[in-house]
């Protein structure tokens, strides 16, 4: 007779995490994608992610840390579920199952090892739309930003993905980025003194004919979240 908590009476889904991380290259929100070397959807781009090895991970959390690390040699400083995407049709191959985290990343940290897979890139959001996806991938890097949007309204989150030195500038361009809309710069700089998360540097750099102040975070802080929203331009 069979047990009643025999697992080999049921049908295993396919099992995944996936990685959406966002970082500032050149004035531009982008985010990191690869290419996938094998069917289904050969060639095309897809979020970096991975099976979970239980010789090495004690959780998910560990084994999209351990990707991350595997792609850009780096710990996101913001590091966050976003949510389980299942479905009958998104894998030809069957059932499937991804667990989705999203991160900021610094563009100092980015160290893309091309070892890892066969290519890497990071790509500027604006040319998602029109780029050919493996999967549901394009909706959860939409899902994702959209969650990303509604942090950075109410948080200091985007710093995590500026330089370890920065200007007030590159904030406020960091956060119209990321939410598509301008922003009042005093409203920011009323928000970032609020926040006690940056030390102002002993150091000034030009900036649009100017000097302009710059700014790290302080050692061991601790995300700060408001309870308004930004004023927005």
């Not at 998104?90 to 991160?103: E, I, K, N, Q």
């Not at 290519?119 to 493996?134: C, H, N, R």
Request: hydrophobic share 45%.
């Amino acid at each position: 007779m069979t047990s009643e908590h025999d697992l080999t009476q049921f049908h295993t889904p396919l099992f995944s995490v996936n990685n959406v991380l966002f970082t500032m290259l050149q004035d531009s929100l982008k985010v990191l994608l690869v290419k996938r070397t094998s069917a289904p959807f050969k060639g095309r781009w897809e979020l970096p992610g991975g099976c979970v090895d239980i010789e090495l991970d004690d959780n998910t959390d560990m084994s999209a840390l351990r990707n991350i690390k595997a792609l850009t040699a780096a710990t996101p400083q913001f590091f966050e579920q976003l949510q389980a995407f299942s479905g009958i049709n998104r894998d030809p191959r069957g059932f499937s199952v991804s667990l989705v985290y999203y991160a900021l990343i610094s563009p100092q940290c980015i160290a893309v090892k091309p070892s890892a897979v066969e290519e890497v890139k990071w790509m500027d959001l604006s040319a998602i739309q029109d780029l050919a996806m493996a999967f549901d991938h394009k909706q959860i890097i939409a899902t994702a930003r959209s969650q990303l949007q509604q942090k950075a309204l109410y948080s200091m989150i985007p710093v995590y993905c500026l330089a370890d030195q920065f200007t007030i500038g590159q904030l406020k361009a960091a956060i119209e980025a990321i939410i598509a809309k301008p922003i009042q710069r005093k409203s920011l700089i009323r928000r970032v003194e609020a926040s006690g998360m940056l030390e102002a540097l002993d150091e000034k750099v030009k900036s649009g004919g100017r000097l302009a102040q710059l700014y790290r975070l302080k050692s061991d802080t601790e995300t700060v979240y408001f309870e308004r929203s930004l004023s927005f331009g």
